[in-house]
Each structure stands twice: as structure tokens, then as C-alpha cells.
């Protein structure tokens, strides 16, 4: 696990699973370039980050294993010096979450298609309060990054997670919030239920499950990176997407999010224990 602590804090404003951090979670490597991170050759196994961090007067990065074996590592931590801190400049804060299960109500209702289903007012989900939540913080802010980490696990009416919509609820405000997108793809900037790994500068997705059985079974993980279009918040952001349309789909959700503060402060979430965070049992194209 990662773990950064800005000047006095007494509580890590980031702390995440390494690989979480640096790519597409699921407990993986593999080879991706975007602007602000990548996982290199061979095969992801060096991680790199580009985000800047400033601070006043001391930082302290640290990384532990929490697992059952050693490993080799290395790392750099490049620093620059200045005379002064900058008032417009904001502290670097990660979170990192996991619901393993959504519990989709159309599943676990065993409504026989989605037509039935489309005859229930809570397709309207008209709060957004069942919605997964990416990040929820308060404090003066930017909010730039989410790598949303997708394992579909149960075949439900219809199986495609990404008419989940995104809503970004800002400052307070109550629903409908002023950012509410269409549609998880669109999210991320892709359209049509892709089923193509590809990876750009802000957005795209990083892991395509390309199941036999069925369409996105399995592991999936797509991001968006708000760096030209940051949302600027100023008493808080909340953060979520839809879990299927509506919240009617059972699957397994974990994401990784990035914001800026004007001072530092805690993640504000507990880290999971380490048997909570470990991803389901991969599917035989990634090793069994």
C-alpha cells in the first residue's frame, strides 16, 4: 500500500493499493500511457506518476507490504526546492474505494427482463443516493481523477454496466447535480459498449475482460482524467455513478480518485483490510 503525508498532517491524504494508484487495479500490471501515470514494459512493471505534489515544509511517501511474501523494488521521488509556497497552490489527496458487491435491485429481484424492470418508478433515481460513490470530500478543491475498476460477476437482464450514469453533485447542491452525464461510456469519453482496450492522455479503458461466455464478463477498468476540465469545488464535491441503469446491476466495484485541497487532510476513508481489497479470482486469460 501507498501512503503520503503532507506537513503536519497526522492522517495520509493518500492511501491506496500501489497498483491501484498507478493502474487499472484488479491486482494488475500491464502496459497503458496516459498524461499523469503509466505502467511501462515489461509487462507494467514499472510505475510512474506525474502528478504534482506540492508542500511547505515536509513530506513523507510511504509504502508497506501488507501480504504474506517479500518483493523487490526500487523507486525514485524527484523534488524541487523553492524560497516560498505559492496561496494559489493545493495539496495532492487520493481516495481509494471498494464495494464488492453493488446489489442491484433489478438482480436481486430476479426480474425477468429489463421491460419489467422499466415499468418501476426507481429507473427514474431521482437522489442519486444508491449510486457508487468515486469520491465524496469536503474543503476547497479541484477534483481531476478517477480510474473505476469494474468486475462483472453476475448475468443480469442486460449485462452492459456502462448505462450507469455519472453524478457529480458540487458545493451541497441537491439532485439533479449540475454535472449528470448519460451514460458510463460516455463518461469516459467512449461510445457504444466498446469492447477495445485504448488508452489516451485523459481518458479511455485500460482492461477489457473480452469474456467468451458473455460480454464484459469479468474484469473491466476505464478512466477519466479531468486535467484541462478540472471541477472546481469549494465546500464539497460527492462523486458517484450509477451501477448499471438505475443501480439495477450486482457487480463488483472499486475506484481510485484524485483531488486537490487547499490544506491537507485525511482520505476521510478507511482502508479496507487486505483480505477486503483483494480482487475475485482472475479469469484464465490473466493467469487463473
Known sequence: MLRIYWDNGSEPSEESPIG???????GMRKNFITMPLQMIPENGKGFNSWWPMPFRKRAVVEEKNQGDEAYWHYFYVDYELHDAFDDDLAYFHTQWRREADT?????EEKLPDWSAASQDPRVLNATGAENYIICETEGNGIYCRAHLDIDCFQRNLNDWYGEGDDMVFID???WPPSLHGTGTEDWYHCAYCPTQ?????YHGVLLYSDSREWPWKGKNSVYRYHIEDPIRFRKSVRA???HGHANKLSNDYSSTACYYLSEPKGTGVKLLPVAERLPRANEPRYGG
Do not use: K, Q, S, V
Open 20 to 26: 491501484d494508484f498507478f493502474g487499472p487495479g484488479h
Open 103 to 107: 446489489r442491484g435491485w433489478a438482480y
Open 172 to 174: 451541497g447542491e441537491p
Open 197 to 201: 482496450e485504448y488508452n489516451t492522455l
Open 240 to 242: 458517484t455513478i450509477e
